[in-house]
């Protein structure tokens, strides 16, 4: 395994559309295990995409678990060709991002999503969920098609910040986790 490098902005591969996964192999879980490992090796990251790391397949790792406000959630997921198939509600709320290391934004998102995907083995499953995990998965199914939450700001003028000090993993605030 090893630690693939992030593609970060002004890089115009994060435009890229990601392909959809059509084989479940060993090369595919090969891939999967490091995504993972690169996700874990930044700073504290809740979420990854596969073309944060130059692989253009429908490939994401979403995990709030370790957040600090506890909230209901799925855990650790694997996220083979998700689509978001049910928006509810409205929210605004603070994002960051491995590709975005100098700042974090306000980005409106969906409260509620349902959400199908298959997983590392082919298999389809179905999720609902809601509040800062959905709002996870939303960022990186963007990534998937080309959008970061640059995209998505309403102003870049009063939705932009810039961090003073990338939050590292053992830092106990959980609000501006990258995705
Ligand atoms: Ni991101």
Redesign the pocket.
Known sequence: MAIRAIIKVPDERLKQLSEPVEQFDEALRAFIDELEETRLSGPG?V???AP?VGHFQRIVIVDVSNMRKPVANHGYMILVNPEITHWEGFELGR??????PDYTGNVIRAEQIRLTAQDQWGERHEYEMSGFEARAIQ??V??LDGI??LDRLVSRRTDLFQRKVYQKKSNKSGEKK??
């Not at 994002?95 to 975005?100: K, N, T």
Request: net charge negative.
């Open positions: 990251a979420g990854i995409a944060q994002e960051g991002c491995l590709s975005v960022h990186e963007d990534h970061t939450f990258s995705k």
